[in-house]
Antibody, heavy 124, light 108 residues
Framework: EVQLVESGGALVKPGGSLRLSCAAS???????????MSWVRQAPGKGLEWVGR??????????DYAAPVKGRFAISRDDSENTVFLQMNSLKAEDTAVYYC????????????WGQGTLVTVSS | QSALTQPASVSGSPGQSITVSCTGA???????VSWYQQHPGKAPKLMIS???HRPSGISDRFSGSKSGNTASLAISGLQADDEADYYC??????????FGTGTKVTVL
């Protein structure tokens, strides 16, 4: 069973930066290096919002981002450590949310494995 | 990409059936619609993929369908543990995901 464990959430001031990590394990069907990894966030009391995704290196390693974070957030991966990262810069109060790491084991179109989430609070 | 539209809340009594709708532009609601269940303080859980496919371990009380630009999640034999937030999601042609606005299901 795939396990995703996020870390790095913290209280940060507006304009600051933060890097989240997601450690993955249990990839038996295909190696982690083949997985397309996404980040999804949920502001307090609000709905789910897709943040961005990184493809596998074999699929070009392309990243895509939602409009609200494009140009400020960057996703990267270290396949040797089975870890994906979310670098968040120029943070705003509206970035306050629980950030989930997620992936689709059976295919890119479905997010069937989720981490427990890590809380990012942007406040002065 | 705008969020898909869901009703804010749906309720039903134990044993009853309910349906949650998910509407978007025709290009937004295609063949890759998923449904997620989220209990308070927990991570989302996949309930339905590819419009109507039920992953292993998901009760057959949950079913999905689509007509035009509206996808639907049906829950039959409503149980107390079904009380949760439900989100639809669509996978776009550009390889991104867009979520619905979310529906709170209440078991009366």
């Amino acid at each position: 069973e795939v396990q995703l464990v996020e870390s790095g959430g913290a209280l940060v001031k507006p304009g600051g930066s933060l890097r989240l990590s997601c450690a993955a394990s249990g990839f038996t069907r295909n190696p982690f290096s083949y997985a397309w990894m996404s980040w999804v966030r949920q502001a307090p009391g609000k709905g789910l919002e897709w943040v961005g995704r990184i493809k596998s290196k074999s699929d070009g390693g392309k990243t895509d981002y939602a409009a609200p974070v494009k140009g400020r957030f960057a996703i990267s991966r270290d396949d040797s450590e089975n870890t994906v990262f979310l670098q968040m810069n120029s943070l705003k109060a509206e970035d306050t949310a629980v950030y989930y790491c997620t992936t689709g084991i059976v295919g890119a179109a479905t997010l069937d494995s989720w981490g427990q989430g890590t809380l990012v609070t942007v406040s002065s | 990409q705008s969020a898909l539209t869901q009703p804010a809340s749906v309720s039903g009594s134990p044993g009853q059936s309910i349906t949650v709708s998910c509407t978007g532009a025709s290009s937004d609601v295609g063949s890759y619609v998923s449904w997620y269940q989220q209990h308070p303080g927990k991570a989302p859980k996949l309930m339905i993929s590819d419009v109507s496919h039920r992953p292993s371990g998901i009760s057959d009380r949950f079913s999905g369908s689509k007509s035009g630009n509206t996808a639907s999640l049906a829950i039959s034999g409503l149980q107390a543990d079904d009380e949760a937030d439900y989100y639809c999601s669509s996978y776009t042609n550009s390889g991104t995901h867009v979520f619905g606005t979310g529906t709170k299901v209440t078991v009366l």
